[in-house]
T-cell receptor, first 114, second 112 residues
């Protein structure tokens, strides 16, 4: 158990809909990363937040957005869903030790768009 | 971050050591080598990381060559539960925090 929690574990929805995925980082971790894993693309970085501020963006679609709240939990919002958005979505929080960052991943949310 | 090359798959007998190689010939001086694994669609699990010295923790050992162009992750006594995809990742050190870039990894199959 990494200490990172994600809800829900599974989500089934229809095309055109909007969903929200939630991530709670490990206690004390300020940074949250979101990754998408689809069958054809592998694990891809979407976006990073640090202490409430967006820090870096990866291959995140405009239909997707995220935020990090004052209690440090983060939400990933996916809208106008398409079949191709079906994937595993992971969040990770990170700790810095001896000047080096290590990311710890949650169990993921499996999204199925029908 | 430097690119890495790993064999697509490897087999190992239960109880034997699993040695997973990784090539990172373009690694620069301040880049670290990280290893993660993913067991059947679970979240990637951190295993170990190192800069130039060999490292060991309760999960594995990491051997980095002197020229730092390659490394080997060693699982000393593999079990069936070690069957997973293993990812070798090179990333910047110090304050160069940021995304992890996952390649295709090595599918390790541990058989009885």
């Amino acid at each position: 158990d990494s200490g990172v929690t994600q809800t829900p574990k599974h989500l089934i929805t229809a095309t055109g809909q909007r969903v929200t995925l939630r991530c709670s980082p490990r206690s004390g971790d300020l940074s949250v990363y979101w990754y998408q894993q689809s069958l054809d693309q592998g694990l891809q970085f979407l976006i990073q937040y640090y202490n409430g501020e967006e820090r870096a963006k990866g291959n995140i679609l405009e239909r997707f957005s995220a935020q990090q709240f004052p209690d440090l939990h983060s939400e990933l919002n996916l809208s106008s869903l398409e079949l191709g958005d079906s994937a595993l979505y992971f969040c990770a929080s990170s700790v810095v030790a001896s000047g080096q960052e290590t990311q710890y991943f949650g169990p993921g949310t499996r999204l199925l768009v029908l | 971050d430097a690119k890495t090359t790993q064999p697509p798959s490897m087999d190992c007998a239960e109880g034997r050591a699993a040695n997973l190689p990784c090539n990172h010939s373009t690694i620069s001086g301040n880049e670290y080598v990280y290893w993660y694994r993913q067991i059947h669609s679970q979240g990637p699990q951190y295993i170990i990381h190192g800069l130039k010295n060999n490292e060991t923790n309760e999960m594995a050992s990491l051997i980095i060559t002197e020229d730092r162009k390659s490394s080997t992750l060693i699982l000393p006594h593999a079990t069936l539960r070690d069957t997973a995809v293993y990812y070798c990742i090179v990333r910047g050190g110090g304050t160069s925090y940021g995304k992890l870039t996952f390649g295709q990894g090595t599918i390790l199959t541990v058989h009885p």
